[in-house]
């Protein structure tokens, strides 16, 4: 099947109030480009050398979205342009967006990621974790970063029970959040679901699917 053929079944399979980001990791910016001329323009990077290279070779009118686990280090390479941060996992990453935003005279948007799947190998708050950063005092100094929604990962599991358990734990947790309001917080997103289980986070509530094999392929090598 073509780039093309899947972008559109899956975009025509989507509700209206879903953002699909188009998973792009390890895909050569040729491709990349084929799918920004059909219509795409939300792109998912999980590492942030490769985003920023793409990002130099693309149109510039492309949301790049980081969605991968990130290190605080590497934020200043991609504070110039990043347009949503998924996987916020802590306060000093924060803190280290918070500041690169500033340099660049920006707000960078930011998803904080609670944990949900049973493993122990995915990153992620726990919802103790996640509520106590909401809702300390030193988030609320932070005026160059939105926290505007969650993320999260379910297991990698032919379970549909165990994943959609979790998909609605997280719409659960979400729901009782979204009406804590500051300056700096305002829950909207929901970021939810890839390509195995993009049906199901749906169905649970998400509202920002991460999809990449459904749309370019298997990827030769998984990182
Ligand atoms: C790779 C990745 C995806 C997309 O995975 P597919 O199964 O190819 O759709 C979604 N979210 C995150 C965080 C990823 O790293």
Redesign the pocket.
Known sequence: MSIQHNLTHIQNNLPDNVTL?A?S?TKPIQLLQEVYDCGQRVF?E?KVQEMVEKHEHLPKDIEWHM???LQRNKVKYMAPFVSLI??VDNFKLLKEINKQAKKNNRTISCLLQLKIALEDSKFGLSQTELENLLHSDELKSFEHIKIVGL?G?ATFTDNEKQVTDEFNYLKTVFNTLKHYKSLNCNLQTLSMG???D?KHAINCGSTMV???????G??TY?T
Do not use: D, L, P, T
Request: hydrophobic content about 40%; charged content about 15%; proline content about 0%.
């Open positions: 980001v998973v990791k998912g999980n969605i991968g686990h998924h996987a993320m990962m890839m390509s195995g993009y991460r999809i990449g094999s459904s749309i370019f298997e990827r998984n």
